[in-house]
């Protein structure tokens, strides 16, 4: 057989194939753990528009008492999209960024400390990993919101923290916890070798965590980051319950200006489901993508 | 010796109890914060339309805003409006984040005890319900163990409870209580007579009514600080609600903002009016 064609090398310059058992490379079918950016990407991208529908077809279930139609409701949610946008998104937005930038950075340093060897550093980094991991959202935000000032003064100069200000130090709070144990688990996934060969070619501690393994991490830790970014801009509502001023808060003000018809209800607040949707879909399917791209071959 | 002890506890008492303290002395914190920044900070509703809204443009909007700018006219200050909501508008007036309070708050004792509040009241307002025609109701008691829709933070879901046992589900806005009365969730929604009576004669309610009689009229008052109660800011404020009572500017803004004419305001302006001006 080899004699007949002698350059050809299974798997080089042809396919291999092979009847002996052989472990194929692992590829789970389904995400290990619940991710809400898969679940979001693996939507395909007509479902903004299916969420919409309601949109569409609530005219038709909706009563038809009264004088006020859906033509209103509609022309009432035109008047008011500009406010709603540039007053009520926007600082979604804002406040989901400066929210990661806060958590991000607080996280990297909770999550080294959290394999740090010195004892007592390492304890107190857990405990308040755990701590902020593992408690709600809105109870953290209610906390913050009400115990910190409306205002500081610093050598004689009041700076006031608006709201949002303070919803952002709400929610970063979860969020360093989170990438602390995104961090923490990234470190620990690269192979123990690596420090082993690293402490043999005479690196110390810190060089081998910076200039060794979190460059490995980085790539690592990049999709549940983004996961979590995700996860963030859909929890900033929850501010909403706070009187902090974004979208949510700002549509049910629209609403009680339009004299609280309750035909106002869907239209409005689909407006606000199909902005998030605009917003963090792209950031699903990008997660996707670097998530396949990084992922560990073996 | 004694005597100075006596007088340190006299003095830690008097400390200890903010209505003598204020009664004491003022220092006038608020005003004289107002007056050296120049500007007020007014805590008003962006969510009770017509005394405080938002136009489409953002701006907040209303009666309670024209009584604010008012304020500031006379102070000679310029105005800024924070918008508050009935959870937060007595702590943010306390923590001094906004320094007077016109949001629509009715006066309740509890609430002298926690914020300054002067009179005379600027407004009155009664409690009713709107109910579907079908059900005819006819007394308050018809409530008793029944499901009623409200609004979060209104003080009169606790007043339906107790006094005449309903169920009150409250909800965020009125746009969702409405909703649900329209669903069946509840018999009837509680809320201000003044609003049911607009959203009545808006024609979209056709199949509801307003079948009950008032209940509690309640004054609303504007609130300052609780230490300035009794100091230049609480006195000041006083006497702009007595003014305006006697000029008729309240009666006139209700008619500019179109809200039905109340009994409470007529009698007020006729009780207060100058005797000289026949």
Same mark, same amino acid.
Request: proline fraction near 6%; hydrophobic fraction near 45%.
């Given at each position: 057989?080899?004699?007949?064609?002698?350059?050809?090398?299974?798997?080089?310059? /042809? +396919?291999?194939? $092979?009847? !002996?058992?052989?472990?194929?490379?692992?590829?789970?079918?389904?995400?290990?753990?619940?991710?809400?950016?898969?679940?979001?990407? +693996?939507?395909?991208?007509?479902?903004?528009?299916?969420?919409?529908?309601? !949109?569409?077809?609530?005219?038709?279930?909706?009563?038809?008492?009264?004088?006020?139609?859906? $033509?209103?409701?509609?022309?009432?949610?035109?008047?008011?999209?500009?406010?709603?946008?540039?007053?009520?998104?926007?600082?979604? @937005?804002?406040?989901?960024l400066f929210a990661m930038l806060i958590g991000t950075s607080l996280g990297i340093i909770l999550g080294l400390?959290?394999?740090?060897?010195?004892?007592?550093?390492?304890?107190?980094?857990?405990?308040?990993?755990?701590?902020? /991991?593992?408690?709600?959202?809105?109870?953290?935000?209610?906390?913050?919101? !009400?115990?910190?000032?409306?205002?500081?003064?610093?050598?004689?100069?009041?700076?006031?923290?608006?709201?949002?200000?303070?919803?952002?130090?709400?929610?970063?709070?979860?969020?360093?916890?989170?990438?602390?144990?995104?961090?923490?688990?990234?470190?620990?996934? @690269?192979?123990?070798?690596?420090?082993?060969?690293?402490?043999?070619?005479?690196?110390? /501690?810190?060089?081998?965590?910076?200039?060794?393994?979190?460059?490995?991490?980085?790539?690592?830790?990049?999709?549940?980051?983004?996961?979590?970014?995700?996860?963030?801009?859909?929890?900033?509502?929850?501010?909403?319950?706070?009187? @902090?001023?974004?979208?949510? $808060?700002?549509?049910?003000?629209?609403?009680?200006?339009? +004299?609280?018809?309750?035909?106002?209800?869907?239209?409005?607040?689909?407006?606000?489901?199909?902005?998030?949707?605009?917003?963090?879909?792209?950031?699903?399917? @990008? $997660?996707?993508?670097?998530?396949?791209?990084?992922?560990?071959?073996? | 010796?004694?005597?100075?002890?006596?007088?340190?506890?006299?003095?830690?008492?008097?400390?200890?109890?903010?209505?003598?303290?204020?009664?004491?002395?003022?220092?006038?914190?608020?005003?004289?914060?107002?007056?050296?920044?120049?500007?007020?900070?007014?805590?008003?509703?962006?969510? %009770?339309?017509?005394?405080? %809204?938002?136009?489409?443009?953002? =701006?907040?909007?209303?009666?309670?805003?024209?009584?604010?700018?008012?304020?500031?006219?006379?102070?000679?200050? =310029?105005?800024?409006?924070?918008?508050?909501?009935?959870? #937060?508008?007595?702590?943010?007036?306390?923590?001094?984040?906004?320094?007077?309070?016109?949001?629509?708050?009715?006066?309740?004792?509890?609430?002298?005890?926690?914020?300054?509040?002067?009179?005379?009241?600027?407004?009155?307002?009664?409690? #009713?319900?709107?109910?579907?025609?079908?059900?005819?109701?006819?007394?308050?008691?018809?409530?008793?163990?029944?499901?009623?829709?409200?609004?979060?933070?209104?003080?009169? #879901?606790?007043?339906?409870?107790?006094? %005449?046992?309903?169920?009150?589900?409250?909800?965020?806005?009125?746009?969702?209580?409405?909703?649900?009365?329209?669903?069946?969730?509840?018999?009837?929604?509680? %809320?201000?007579?003044?609003?049911?009576?607009?959203?009545?004669?808006?024609?979209?309610?056709?199949?509801?009514?307003?079948?009950? #009689?008032?209940?509690? =009229?309640?004054?609303?008052?504007?609130?300052?600080?609780?230490?300035?109660?009794?100091?230049?800011?609480?006195?000041?404020?006083?006497?702009?609600?007595?003014?305006?009572?006697?000029?008729?500017?309240?009666?006139?803004?209700?008619?500019?903002?179109?809200?039905?004419?109340?009994?409470?305001?007529?009698?007020?302006?006729?009780?207060?009016?100058?005797?000289?001006?026949?």
């Amino acid at each position: 057989m080899a004699s007949k064609r002698p350059y050809t090398i299974p798997g080089i310059n /042809r +396919n291999g194939s $092979t009847d !002996l058992p052989v472990l194929k490379p692992f590829a789970p079918s389904q995400p290990v753990a619940f991710h809400t950016s898969a679940w979001l990407a +693996n939507m395909p991208a007509w479902t903004g528009f299916v969420l919409l529908l309601p !949109l569409m077809l609530w005219p038709f279930a909706s009563h038809a008492a009264g004088s006020f139609t859906m $033509t209103d409701a509609f022309s009432a949610l035109i008047r008011w999209m500009p406010f709603l946008l540039k007053s009520g998104f926007l600082f979604n @937005v804002i406040i989901s960024l400066f929210a990661m930038l806060i958590g991000t950075s607080l996280g990297i340093i909770l999550g080294l400390g959290q394999i740090s060897r010195n004892r007592f550093i390492k304890r107190v980094s857990w405990f308040f990993t755990q701590l902020f /991991r593992n408690s709600p959202w809105l109870v953290l935000l209610f906390i913050v919101l !009400l115990a910190f000032p409306f205002e500081v003064t610093i050598f004689g100069v009041i700076i006031p923290i608006p709201d949002w200000m303070k919803a952002v130090i709400g929610l970063s709070l979860p969020i360093m916890a989170n990438i602390s144990e995104i961090v923490r688990g990234a470190v620990l996934s @690269v192979p123990t070798a690596q420090w082993e060969a690293a402490e043999s070619l005479a690196f110390s /501690r810190q060089q081998i965590l910076w200039r060794i393994i979190l460059p490995q991490c980085f790539k690592r830790m990049i999709p549940p980051w983004m996961n979590w970014y995700a996860i963030l801009t859909m929890a900033t509502p929850l501010c909403s319950l706070l009187g @902090v001023e974004e979208i949510i $808060t700002l549509s049910r003000q629209a609403m009680e200006a339009e +004299n609280n018809h309750p035909e106002l209800l869907v239209p409005f607040y689909s407006f606000a489901l199909g902005l998030f949707f605009i917003y963090c879909y792209p950031i699903a399917r @990008v $997660t996707m993508y670097l998530e396949r791209r990084y992922s560990v071959k073996i | 010796m004694i005597k100075k002890i006596l007088a340190g506890a006299v003095a830690a008492s008097f400390a200890m109890s903010p209505m003598v303290a204020t009664a004491e002395s003022c220092s006038n914190d608020t005003w004289n914060k107002i007056m050296s920044r120049g500007k007020i900070v007014v805590g008003v509703k962006a969510d %009770y339309k017509p005394w405080g %809204y938002r136009d489409t443009s953002g =701006d907040i909007v209303g009666m309670e805003i024209d009584m604010a700018n008012d304020v500031a006219a006379k102070m000679g200050v =310029d105005i800024e409006l924070v918008a508050v909501q009935s959870s #937060n508008r007595m702590q943010f007036l306390e923590q001094g984040k906004i320094d007077l309070m016109i949001a629509t708050m009715s006066d309740r004792a509890d609430r002298r005890e926690i914020v300054g509040i002067v009179g005379p009241n600027y407004y009155t307002s009664g409690t #009713n319900v709107m109910s579907p025609k079908a059900l005819g109701l006819t007394s308050w008691e018809d409530l008793r163990g029944k499901p009623v829709c409200g609004k979060q933070g209104a003080f009169y #879901n606790q007043i339906v409870e107790q006094r %005449y046992g309903a169920q009150v589900i409250a909800f965020t806005g009125n746009a969702e209580a409405k909703q649900a009365l329209r669903d069946k969730k509840c018999i009837a929604w509680v %809320y201000d007579d003044s609003s049911i009576g607009s959203d009545l004669s808006s024609g979209n309610w056709d199949d509801f009514e307003m079948p009950l #009689n008032s209940e509690d =009229d309640n004054p609303w008052a504007l609130a300052v600080p609780s230490a300035e109660r009794d100091c230049v800011f609480g006195r000041f404020m006083s006497g702009m609600q007595y003014q305006w009572h006697q000029d008729g500017s309240l009666v006139a803004l209700e008619a500019k903002w179109g809200i039905k004419p109340t009994q409470y305001l007529a009698d007020k302006k006729a009780q207060y009016g100058d005797w000289l001006a026949e």
